[in-house]
């Protein structure tokens, strides 16, 4: 029937506009301008604006894809990595298989709609990695996702800073966050986080702690 191929290439055409816009946003940042991915898709205004009515629908559609993909990597790290190692590995693999830079820490991902996706389906198995290295004594218990979520945030500003002229240094500055999050006698218990604080990643409520 005439209107299966039509569906396919309107399919083709979604998955032509999303990796031009991609492609562009990572060479040039998102204040690209849909006409300039119109061309690169080799598609027409009329075609890119039926699948995407503005550049935000665009963007979000892009960040979709983006909680599709750190949701399907936090399941396989955890189902191959050993509970001491596996938020590490998670983290490692985040921030250095994205061609963004940091999409994961990025303000956009964790806003509107695309936000309700991340508490809902990337949350979970992070924070569950980080009570598994809990329970094998590689993390403090009175750690809370949202200080996880906080931390790796602020390597967004070390990737700004660093990556043009060091490329690869958020690394050292990730062991050393990860290092503050060690267990160690001579450290004391950090202080109660705010209940605003821990909502930040959709959760109720602190671990208790061991003391």
Request: with cysteine; glycine share 6%.
């Amino acid at each position: 029937m005439p209107s299966r191929p039509l569906r396919r290439d309107a399919e083709l055409n979604r998955v032509r506009i999303l990796a031009a816009a991609y492609e562009l946003f990572v060479e040039r940042g998102d204040d690209v301008g849909v006409e300039e991915i119109a061309r690169r898709a080799g598609v027409g205004m009329g075609t890119l604006y039926r699948r995407f009515p503005n550049k935000d629908a665009l963007i979000e559609a892009i960040l979709q894809t983006t909680v599709d993909d750190l949701r399907e990597l936090a399941v396989e790290v955890a189902a191959a990595e050993p509970p001491a190692t596996a938020l590490h590995c998670y983290l490692l693999r985040v921030l250095g298989a994205d061609p963004c830079h940091g999409a994961y820490l990025a303000r956009r991902l964790w806003s509107g709609r695309t936000a309700e996706r991340m508490v809902a389906e990337v949350v979970p198995p992070v924070a569950a990695m980080l009570a598994a290295a809990q329970r094998a004594g590689m993390v403090r218990t009175d750690v809370v996702p949202a200080d996880l979520l906080v931390l790796m945030r602020s390597l967004r500003l070390v990737m700004d800073l660093t990556e043009r002229v060091a490329p690869g240094s958020w690394r050292r500055s990730l062991d050393i966050i990860l290092a503050g999050f060690r267990p160690d006698s001579r450290n004391a218990e950090l202080p109660e986080p705010l209940p605003a604080f821990v909502v930040l990643t959709g959760s109720e409520e602190p671990p208790p702690s061991d003391g």
